[in-house]
């Protein structure tokens, strides 16, 4: 079946500190891949996707690339601030499947000291 | 702006209560879910609904049902809360697969059961 695997946190980080969070993905189908961040006390939300295979994603300085070959999604930021102190979730969907579930990874938590 | 919209931010019931969570959509999507969020387990899919009066069963149903009366209201119910259910629950929701685009969230309820 469908799965995601996310490194374990919590990363701890100075600001202006370069961040990576990887992400591996196993896939039946043709799976759109996703990132997600939730803030304290809130919902998810969406960071960035890439539908297809060398698609980048990118958004607030976050960047992630999807990769068949190693079957990664792994999420970048060359200078993070405080506020990006937050949970990250990787994540799938795959159209070649019948349902339309979406599949997280167990998420990351982020702390970046000033 | 679109919304996924849950009823309560935060709850407090007492155990053997029967409680409604609720969440509504106004996007007219096809595909609802609700998730629970605990540390270290991360998302964990509890029920979905592909389309009204129709549900499905997701990793973890024991001690929940659902109702989907109309496409934009989703509830969650606890028949008989317990102090194990205390937990942050997430509603979420989809256009149908083909439509190849992320899930909404809302912005969470904390439930405490006492």
């Known amino acids: 079946g469908n799965s995601v695997t996310q490194m374990e946190g919590p990363v701890t980080l100075s600001e202006e500190a370069f961040l990576t969070i990887n992400c591996t993905y196993t896939?039946?189908?043709?799976?759109?891949l996703f990132w997600y961040v939730q803030y304290p006390g809130e919902g998810l939300q969406l960071l960035l996707k890439?539908?297809?295979?060398?698609d980048k994603g990118s958004n607030k300085g976050f960047e992630a690339t999807y990769r068949k070959e190693t079957t990664s999604f792994h999420l970048e930021k060359g200078s993070v601030q405080v506020s990006d102190s937050a949970v990250y979730f990787c994540?799938?969907?795959?159209?070649?499947?019948?349902?339309?579930?979406?599949?997280f990874g167990k998420g990351t938590r982020l702390h970046i000291l000033p | 702006d679109v919304k996924v919209t849950q009823s309560s931010r935060y709850l407090v019931k007492r155990t053997g209560e029967k409680v409604f969570l609720e969440c509504v959509q106004d996007?007219?999507?096809?595909?609802m879910f609700w998730y629970r969020q605990d540390p270290g387990l991360g998302l964990r899919l509890i029920y979905f609904?592909?389309?009204?009066?129709?549900?499905e069963k997701g990793d973890i149903p024991e001690g929940y049902s659902v109702s989907r009366e109309k496409k934009e209201r989703f509830s969650l119910i606890l028949e008989s809360a317990s102090t194990n259910q205390t937990s942050m629950y997430l509603c979420?929701?989809?256009?149908?697969?083909?439509?190849?685009?992320?899930?909404?969230f809302g912005q969470g309820t904390r439930l405490t059961v006492v």
């Open positions: 979420a929701s989809t256009p149908p697969r083909l439509a190849n685009t992320e899930a909404f």
């Open positions: 896939a039946t189908g043709y799976p759109s």
């Open positions: 890439a539908t297809k295979a060398d």
């Open positions: 994540a799938l969907s795959d159209r070649g499947n019948r349902d339309d579930k979406i599949i």
């Open positions: 996007m007219d999507h096809e595909n």
């Open positions: 609904s592909y389309d009204v009066k129709m549900k």
